[in-house]
Antibody, heavy 119, light 113 residues
Framework: QVQLQESGPGLVEPSETLSLTCAVSGYSISSDYYWGWIRQPPGKGLEWIGSIYHSGSTYYNPSLKSRVTISVDTSKNQFSLKLSSVTAADTALYYC????????????WGQGTLVTVSS | DIVMTQSPDSLAVSLGERATINCKSSQSVLYSSNNKKYLAWYQQKPGQPPKLLIYWASTRESGVPDRFSGSGSGTDFTLTISSLQAEDVAVYYCQQYYTTPHTFGQGTKLEIK
């Protein structure tokens, strides 16, 4: 059974960098699939942030591209998100998810982790 | 970006009745070379992540009850729940994966009347 689990600080100060990790169990990241991040502001809809392939190829939402870095650590079977220069607008539930190829639906999701941007 | 617009924003249906949610894409998500519609539907219950219900516009994910069905053309799609059950109360999202950035509809909140 594939499982994804997000982790990271729940509170980040404005202008700082948000850092999250998604640990994957039940499947080897280095085997295949793309691994993505999606966020959901409180009470609002879903926004795709970006995805990474196990080879390290990355694809970002242009709306966030200048601030986003996604990386993969196959030795730890996890991938990470960094979002720089955060503001209150970046407060959201952050989910990690899996998709087979870049243009594909998300079949497994983590439970999500709430990140609040506040001083 | 492809804009996904759902209607209605909220919907109240009696138990056992049919619920219909619509999703319209700003451009076609039908890939002509394989005749597949790059459209998925998700169900999100409070405090839970989205759960995949339907992909390729009409293929039910394994384990999803057959009262859930999806249909549509290149730009207009429908999620139908044939006989609403209490456990179907949730927010439903459509998503296009035809191109990046992946985009989602704003969500439709389904409640019991």
């Amino acid at each position: 059974q594939v499982q994804l689990q997000e982790s990271g600080p729940g509170l980040v100060e404005p202008s700082e960098t948000l850092s999250l990790t998604c640990a994957v169990s039940g499947y080897s990241i280095s085997s295949d699939y793309y691994w993505g991040w999606i966020r959901q502001p409180p009470g609002k809809g879903l926004e795709w942030i970006g995805s990474i392939y196990h080879s390290g190829s990355t694809y970002y939402n242009p709306s966030l591209k200048s601030r986003v870095t996604i990386s993969v650590d196959t030795s730890k079977n996890q991938f990470s998100l960094k979002l720089s220069s955060v503001t209150a607008a970046d407060t959201a539930l952050y989910y990690c998810a899996r998709h087979l190829v870049l243009n594909y639906y998300f079949d497994y999701w983590g439970q999500g982790t709430l990140v609040t941007v506040s001083s | 970006d492809i804009v996904m617009t759902q209607s209605p924003d909220s919907l109240a249906v009696s138990l056992g009745e049919r619920a219909t949610i619509n999703c319209k894409s700003s451009q076609s998500v039908l890939y002509s070379s394989n005749n597949k519609k790059y459209l998925a539907w998700y169900q999100q219950k409070p405090g839970q992540p989205p759960k995949l219900l339907i992909y390729w516009a009409s293929t039910r994910e394994s384990g999803v009850p057959d009262r859930f069905s999806g249909s549509g053309s290149g730009t207009d799609f429908t999620l139908t729940i044939s006989s609403l059950q209490a456990e179907d109360v949730a927010v439903y999202y459509c998503q296009q994966y035809y191109t990046t950035p992946h985009t989602f509809g704003q969500g439709t909140k389904l409640e019991i009347k």
